[in-house]
């Protein structure tokens, strides 16, 4: 099935450690975009990257790198995680960065302790 | 700064009509969209307005003003299924999507 794909599903972090939350797509979208989900809050733009090779700071960009060196893969990573960054992280893409609507991966669950 | 309200929370019975509304102050504006996320689910695109009026997909429309910062999303015929949030977010001058927090609809039997 055509889509966004996120891995891991969920995952539990000690304070200080390095991650990875990785994103695929295989819709050929130019753009793809991490945002993060908190109760009682929109979601909120991280990264985002219009085509492949360019990248892009959101609304809550600290602590956070992306890359993005092909169409299909866009990982985020936490270098240093805080438990301030306990949130699900969703990946999304959408066919260019100023048309069409966004089609989201499944969330990836990450708690800080 | 820029800014969408929505209401937190609505309860509706099965079978009924729900009104839902979303009001927006932004930075320019290049179109609106719903989405519908079900707990524990990533958010799927319900519709999408760029020019004032009505869109009808099946029980669910969305209406946009433009002049008035405003839009809603009708949904008929309620079943026990469309209990979700429902996510208004509108593209601005800088085609970035600004969201709101979501309302949260619970449907009664």
């Known amino acids: 099935i055509a889509g966004i794909t996120q891995a891991p599903t969920s995952q539990i972090l000690a304070a200080g450690r390095r991650m990875t939350l990785r994103c695929t797509q295989d819709?050929?979208?130019?753009?793809m975009y991490w945002y993060r989900q908190d109760l009682g809050l929109g979601l909120r733009l991280i990264h985002y990257s219009n085509t492949a090779g360019t990248t892009g700071k959101g609304e809550v960009p600290d602590g956070y790198s992306v890359s993005r060196a092909n169409t299909d893969d866009f990982p985020l990573t936490l270098a240093s995680a805080v438990p301030s960054q306990t949130s699900v992280y969703f990946c999304a893409s959408s066919e260019g960065s100023t048309t069409g609507e966004l089609f989201f991966g499944e969330g990836s669950r990450l708690t800080v302790l | 700064g820029q800014n969408i309200d929505q209401p937190t929370e609505m309860t509706a019975t099965e079978g009924a009509i729900v009104q839902i509304n979303c009001t927006y102050q932004t930075s320019g504006f290049n179109g609106l969209f719903w989405y519908q996320q079900h707990a524990g689910e990533a958010p799927t695109f319900l519709s999408y307005?760029?020019l004032d009026g009505l869109e009808e997909k099946g029980r669910f429309s969305s209406f946009l003003s433009r002049s008035k910062g405003y839009s809603y999303l009708l949904l008929k015929e309620l079943q026990m299924k469309d209990s979700a949030s429902y996510l208004c977010?509108?593209?601005?001058?800088?085609?970035?999507?600004?969201w709101g927090a979501g309302t949260k609809l619970i449907i009664k039997p």
């Open positions: 307005n760029v």
């Open positions: 977010a509108v593209r601005d001058s800088n085609y970035q999507l600004i």
């Open positions: 819709m050929r979208h130019n753009a």
